[in-house]
Nanobody, 125 residues
Framework: QVQLVESGGGLVQAGGSRRLSCAAS???????MGWFRQAPGKDREFVAA????????YYADSVKGRFTISRDNAQNTVYLQMDSLKSEDTDGYYC???????????????????WGQGTQVTVSS
């Protein structure tokens, strides 16, 4: 069983930066880790994912070049560095862990096994 706890959300001005953290209670070194986001009344959408080794990362087109996902397997923690934030980045951000997520379905939320409770990021313009 894996429990995920996100932190780092808050209010930030447009153009600013924020780093989200996701701490796992269990070992996540054998899990693909991902970040998704969701606004009230909207579907959850893929943001970024990182493979077990950390050598390969994936990003949604909307955040590519602005967001960076990384992981520290020794600390069972995954990060999302968000730079050049825009008002449209305002969302609840959710961390996810998937045991059998592949390079072809990393963006599909149903392939992930565990989810955190989310942390809110609000970007003011």
């Amino acid at each position: 069983q894996v429990q995920l706890v996100e932190s780092g959300g808050g209010l930030v001005q447009a153009g600013g930066s924020r780093r989200l953290s996701c701490a796992a209670s269990g070992r996540t070194s054998s899990y693909m880790m991902g970040w998704f986001r969701q606004a009230p009344g909207k579907d959850r959408e893929f943001v970024a994912a990182i493979t077990i080794s950390g050598r390969t990362t994936y990003y949604a087109d909307s955040v590519k070049g602005r967001f960076t996902i990384s992981r520290d397997n020794a600390q069972n923690t995954v990060y999302l560095q968000m730079d050049s934030l825009k008002s449209e980045d305002t969302d609840g951000y959710y961390c996810a862990a998937g045991r059998f997520v592949s390079s072809t379905d990393y963006y599909v939320q149903n392939t992930y096994d565990y989810w955190g409770q989310g942390t809110q990021v609000t970007v003011s313009s």
